[in-house]
């Protein structure tokens, strides 16, 4: 997997998945409690991550549905960008023949034009 797709937080102060998970649970303590909630305060993202993890009842099942939609995700991104590698293929293909078939075109001319002198 491509770094640049492992983590779409990375450049964000936003808590980290296990760390919305385990405040919701109430396995955090002291500071990591606190920075939890500080940063809440501030984030309307968060927020409704968190009061949505609050509704799941499955809990433990969450990061084995988080991986699943990480690799569906990634499975898209991959597709997408086979198409268009695809299709800058075949443009790169249609140029190549327009160039080499000018090129016989202009080769056609020029023998018969100073042939014809």
Known sequence: MQPSFENIFVKTKCPTQQ????????????????EVEEHLTDCELCNEALEGLAIIRQKE??????????????????????????????????????VILFLTLAAFWAYHFFSAR
């Not at 919305?20 to 990591?32: C, I, P, T």
């Not at 084995?64 to 997408?80: C, D, I, N, T």
């Open 19 to 34: 760390q919305l998970l385990d405040y919701v649970e109430g396995r955090l303590s002291g500071d990591a409690l606190h």
């Open 61 to 98: 099942k969450i990061p084995g549905w988080l991986r699943q939609m990480k690799w569906e995700m990634m499975r898209k991104l991959r597709k997408k960008n086979h198409r268009r590698r695809e299709q800058h293929f075949y443009v790169q293909l249609a140029l190549t023949i327009l």
